[in-house]
């Protein structure tokens, strides 16, 4: 119960959300995420080596910037899934989720019951003992997202019944692995990406779920604005910084 999840009220109120995903586990990086304005930041454990306590440093620093801090953790994790909430997230991205049996298991492990199986502890997340802990688990359930990551042609197959059964906070396309997955591996514009990608977010609207577009350029964040998604992830605060020191580079030399 340390922060609001202000994702979660922007994105009922129908209000955009811009978000980052950080590769790089240093809290001033994530800092910059959150003196800069974007709404949330996807810290990633699953490519990135993150010990439990540097996630927490990572997770204090999206909170002293006031951007909403997610964590992506690996897949068929449930004690990563509580580690990342006890240090303090707000939300878990779920890497290759297939069906909804992998929904059903991150959700058990994210909530506290009787919406799941969520250990019961008193550490950061519940102000170590400061607030009610009946009120921390009425608060956490209220607040906490589960974010599945779809990446998978098996998922895109089967993405009707994985929205039906609730319990989902918003979705991630993963258009990477979603390229290797329908065999034209790092082809992020082929049809066959693109055309998963558009059935994700139609099964999103239809099953009235927030739909998190990957807006890394503004001709794409223009598409989907113009079709009503207001959840955007911009790319990864690593590849950004990389792109901008080879243009400071070039630029200096002319």
Same mark, same amino acid.
């Given at each position: ?11 009922? @109120? ?64 449930? +004690? ?7 240090? +303090? ?50 608060? *956490? ?37 979603? @390229?290797? @997955?329908? +065999? ?10 693109? +055309? ?9 609207? *239809? ?23 207001? *959840? ?23």
């Amino acid at each position: 119960m340390l922060h609001p999840n202000r994702v979660r009220q922007k994105l009922a @109120s129908g209000t955009p959300v811009h978000g980052l995903f950080c590769s790089v586990p240093a809290p001033v990086l994530v800092e910059m995420i959150g003196w800069d304005g974007y709404d949330f930041v996807v810290i990633d454990t699953e490519h990135t080596l993150v010990d439990p306590q540097h996630l927490e440093d990572l997770i204090r620093a999206a909170e002293a910037t006031g951007v909403t801090p997610f964590v992506r953790v690996p897949p068929n994790d449930p +004690g990563a899934i509580l580690r990342a909430l006890d240090a +303090g997230a707000l939300g878990i991205v779920v890497p290759h989720i297939r069906t909804r049996a992998d929904v059903d298991a991150a959700i058990d492990a994210a909530y506290y019951a009787p919406a799941g199986t969520r250990s019961l502890g008193g550490g950061r997340a519940a102000r170590f003992g400061l607030i009610d802990p009946i009120e921390h688990l009425r608060w *956490a359930n209220a607040e906490i997202m589960v974010i599945p990551l779809i990446e998978d042609a098996e998922a895109i197959d089967a993405i009707d019944d994985i929205l039906a059964g609730g319990g989902i906070g918003m979705v991630l396309p993963g258009p990477a692995d979603l @390229s290797q @997955s329908y +065999g034209v591996p790092w082809q992020l514009r082929h049809d066959l990406v693109r +055309g998963a990608v558009e059935r994700l977010h139609a099964a999103c609207i *239809a099953h009235d779920v927030s739909f998190c577009a990957i807006a890394r350029t503004p001709e794409r964040y223009s598409y989907w604005r113009g079709i009503g998604v207001h *959840a955007f992830c911009c790319g990864d605060a690593s590849n950004l910084a990389a792109a901008a020191l080879r243009r400071s580079l070039i630029d200096l030399r002319g």
